[in-house]
């Protein structure tokens, strides 16, 4: 079974807006990874979270972790048309993957 | 970040032969490595995991006669598919891991397309 399980599935918003992604897992972890896949491409490392950290923040990324409830969110702020992409998350513990967020970033 | 170079990043090959994918990590030593299979719009399904100096470990499902994986260097895994079919075209992925400190992350090769006619 998939470690981390990404919701939505697929969120299209329009330039500008914020996007938001949430990430489920199921076991004790150390840290929580993001990712981004374009089209065809390998995955892009975008932040690392630790397991006794509860925000971060890298530039227009937020990331959140609640070790209670195992899930992270990833915000993405005043987004781009290139952040279109797909965003997986996995932890160190697993790493198998979940079906992603596909976003979609109108201009 | 660390780099993980994959190579090629796209093959065409007849069907009945083998092609062998490389991933090398670039500037760090990686105990361990993934292969990962992905389908168009479908998310990254895990093959197996390598350690170096040992067997892999094949998720289930996944033929380890097939798909041959060797992890010789703490540098260099490679995933040799063998007697390819058509149905074996795919994207095919590695990651490496690499330990920082107390917490380990994974990178990504860029991927390779896999055709076979």
């Known amino acids: 079974s998939q470690q981390g399980e990404e919701d939505p599935q697929a969120l299209s918003i329009q330039e500008g807006e914020n996007a938001t992604m949430n990430c489920s897992y199921k076991?004790?972890?150390?840290?929580l990874q993001w990712y981004r896949q374009n089209s065809g491409r390998g995955l892009v490392h975008l932040i690392l979270?630790?397991?006794?950290?509860r925000e971060k923040h890298s530039g227009r990324l937020r990331v959140t972790l609640d070790t209670s409830k195992k899930s992270s969110s990833l915000l993405i702020t005043a987004s781009r048309a290139a952040d279109t992409a797909s965003y997986f998350c996995a932890t160190e513990a697993d790493m198998r993957f979940g079906a992603g967020t596909r976003l979609t970033v109108k201009p | 970040g660390a780099v993980v170079s994959q190579h090629p990043s796209w093959v065409i090959c007849k069907s009945g032969t083998s092609v062998k994918i490389e991933c090398r990590s670039l500037d760090f030593q990686a105990t361990t490595m993934f292969w990962y299979r992905q389908f168009p719009k479908q998310s990254l399904m895990l093959m197996a995991t390598?350690?170096?100096?040992?067997?892999?470990?094949?998720e289930q499902g996944v033929e380890k006669d097939k798909f041959l994986i060797n992890h010789a260097s703490l540098t260099l895994s490679t995933l040799t598919v063998t007697s390819a079919h058509p149905e074996d075209s795919s994207f095919y992925i590695c990651?490496?891991?690499?330990?920082?400190?107390?917490?380990?992350?994974?990178?990504f090769g860029q991927g390779t397309r896999l055709t076979v006619v």
């Open positions: 076991t004790s972890i150390n840290n």
């Open positions: 990651s490496a891991r690499v330990y920082r400190g107390p917490n380990t992350e994974a990178f």
């Open positions: 390598s350690n170096e100096g040992s067997k892999a470990t094949y």
């Open positions: 979270i630790r397991s006794n950290e």
